[in-house]
């Protein structure tokens, strides 16, 4: 009897040291790609990275003050031996002639865009994380799993049968722009209600039934305790839509039907060059004019888009 309880004993404290000792390795690897990182090689390397991204777009920047003989004529690089300075393209893709740029009357149709295609998948995909995560009922997972999978389906399949629905119809007419705030939520959706969910399926359980047992309802217990919880991963996924949405072309063009009335302003962007590409130098401007406001909302709420990726990676 005494010789098993030595060896259960003996089979228990290898089992440890093996433990021991691959977290010990785990933990050496660790620190040793820690060190690489920040060692001088690493950071001479972050920094030249990031230099060789930031050139083309501070190329872009200078070009888009150079007066359009010198773009036409010279690279960039030449401002500095040759440096001419004009406001010119900026006025004409904000201010000029529809067939040269007039930006300015696109910038409240992209907001118009944007902001309730960031709203409603938000309002849709919080409630459904909820149902999901905190509800029971019979083929809660085979559903989710099946809500998981709409995000492999290219978001191409469905332009042509969703321009049908709503083409010609009385709808369209009064609301312009429901086309594309419907398409946009629409193809949101999947991956709104998955990082939600697993963002509220991290929230320890105990919560919600002391606020049951308080008597607090669903909806209570959604409104006072689960929105203010979920207040990082609600703004990080709305960086993230408002982001995809003001730089998108595809949806855009195709649910606007080519009107001036609704195309955002990237689908104008596209067409700046003009016909035969005689006023392609106006792209430098028009391009930095569209980043102003995506620029704004990403720098400051930049932490928030962090915590949302880190919130759909850790639980499926």
């Known amino acids: 009897m005494a010789s098993n309880t030595t060896v259960v004993d003996a089979d228990v404290v290898t ?16 620190a040793t ?16 990275i990031a230099l060789l991204w930031t050139i083309p777009t501070f190329g872009l920047f200078i070009t888009s003050f150079r007066p359009e003989a010198d773009i036409k004529s010279s690279g960039w690089w030449s401002f500095f031996t040759n440096p001419n300075f004009t406001l010119d393209n900026y ?19 992209s907001l118009v865009i944007t902001v309730p295609a960031t709203v409603a998948p938000l309002l849709i995909a919080t ?12 083929g809660r997972d ?21 321009l049908r629905v709503f083409s010609g119809t009385e709808a369209s007419k009064m609301f312009p722009f429901l086309s594309i705030w419907v398409a946009h939520t629409i193809f949101a959706l999947p991956l709104a209600i998955f990082l939600l969910h697993n963002f509220m399926a991290e929230v320890p359980h105990e919560l919600v039934e002391a606020a049951q ?12 305790v689960m929105l203010p919880l979920m207040i990082p991963a609600i703004a990080s996924f709305a960086i993230f839509q408002f982001l995809w949405v003001w730089n998108d072309l595809l949806v855009g063009l195709t649910f606007s039907g080519g009107q001036d009335l609704t195309q955002p302003l990237t689908a ?35 932490r ?3 915590r949302g990726l880190m919130a759909g990676s850790v639980k499926g």
Do not use: C, E
């Open 142 to 162: 085979t559903v989710f799993v099946m809500v998981f999978a709409l995000q492999i389906v290219p978001l191409q399949m469905a332009l042509i049968p969703l």
């Open 15 to 30: 089992a440890h040291g093996d433990q021991a000792l691959g977290l010990k390795n785990k933990n050496t690897a660790s």
């Open 304 to 306: 928030y888009f962090v």
């Open 91 to 109: 006025q004409t893709v904000l201010y000029g002639a529809k067939s040269q740029g007039d930006l300015a009357s696109y910038f409240m149709n």
């Open 213 to 224: 047992v308080d008597g607090a309802g669903h909806v209570t217990t959604f409104v006072r």
């Open 268 to 302: 104008r962007l596209a067409s700046m060059a003009g016909s035969r590409g005689q006023d392609w130098h106006l792209l430098t401007a028009g391009a930095f004019v569209s980043m102003i406001i995506p620029l704004v909302v990403f720098m400051t709420l930049q």
């Open 33 to 48: 790609a820690k060190r690489a990182l920040s060692s001088r090689l690493g950071s001479f390397v972050a920094i030249l």
């Open 127 to 138: 409630m459904a994380a909820y149902a999901f995560s905190v509800l029971k009922w019979r």
